[in-house]
C-alpha cells in the first residue's frame, strides 16, 4: 500500500496544528486504518465512529432521523451531519465522512452499487463529495478510502469551494 497521501496529510495537520476524526460507514474503519499506519499519527488523528448502521449514525453522530428518511444513508445530507457529528463528538479541528454503497447488494437505479457520498466539516464550513466507483466491494472500498484522503488533501490546500 502507497502511504505517501497519508503522510503528506500528517506533515500538514501536524503543521497547522490541526486534529482530525472520522465518521465512517462503507469504508468500515478503512480510513482510520490507512491513517494510522503513519508513525506519529497520534499527533493530529483522534479517533473514528464506524457507523455502519443507521442506529450508529442517530445515537453516536446525532445524524438526524429526517434527514435519513427523507435523503438516505447515502446522501449529501447524511455525511455532512456525520461529518459535523464526528468532529464535535471527538473534539477535532476536521470531521471527515463517507458513506457508500460498495455491492455487490444495495444498489438501486437512484443510488447504484459504487455510489459514494464524502463530508468534511470544519469551523470555516462543510463540503461534500459525490463520487461513483466500479468494481467488486473490497475496490470500492479501496477506492472510497483513496478519495477520502485525497478529499481532505483539497481542503488542506485550500481546493474546497462553497
Known amino acids: 500500500m502507497d502511504t505517501s497521501l497519508a503522510v503528506e496529510l500528517g506533515e500538514l495537520l501536524r503543521e497547522r496544528g490541526l486534529t482530525l476524526a472520522l465518521a465512517e460507514s ?3 474503519g478503512l480510513i482510520g486504518d490507512r491513517i494510522t499506519n503513519v508513525a506519529g499519527s497520534s499527533d493530529y488523528f ?4 464506524v457507523s455502519y ?3 450508529a449514525k442517530i445515537n453516536l453522530l446525532g445524524v438526524s432521523d429526517d434527514t435519513l428518511n ?3 444513508a447515502v446522501s449529501a445530507q447524511t455525511v455532512k451531519e ?5 468532529r464535535h463528538v471527538l473534539g477535532a479541528d476536521i470531521g471527515l465522512s463517507v458513506s ?3 455491492g455487490p447488494g444495495g444498489g438501486t437505479t437512484v443510488k447504484p452499487v459504487g455510489l459514494v457520498w464524502f463530508g468534511l466539516s470544519a ?3 462543510s463540503w461534500t463529495q459525490e463520487k461513483r466507483f466500479h468494481g467488486d466491494r473490497i475496490e470500492v472500498k479501496n477506492k472510497s478510502a483513496d478519495e477520502a484522503l485525497r478529499f481532505l ?3 488542506l490546500q485550500g481546493q474546497l469551494y462553497d
Do not use: K, P, R, V
Open 153 to 155: 488533501l483539497s481542503y
Open 82 to 86: 456525520m461529518a459535523h457529528g464526528a
Open 70 to 72: 427523507e435523503h438516505g
Open 100 to 102: 457508500g454503497i460498495a
Open 123 to 125: 469551523e470555516d464550513g
Open 26 to 28: 462503507c469504508t468500515g
Open 53 to 55: 448502521a443507521i442506529d
Open 46 to 49: 483522534l479517533g473514528a465512529i
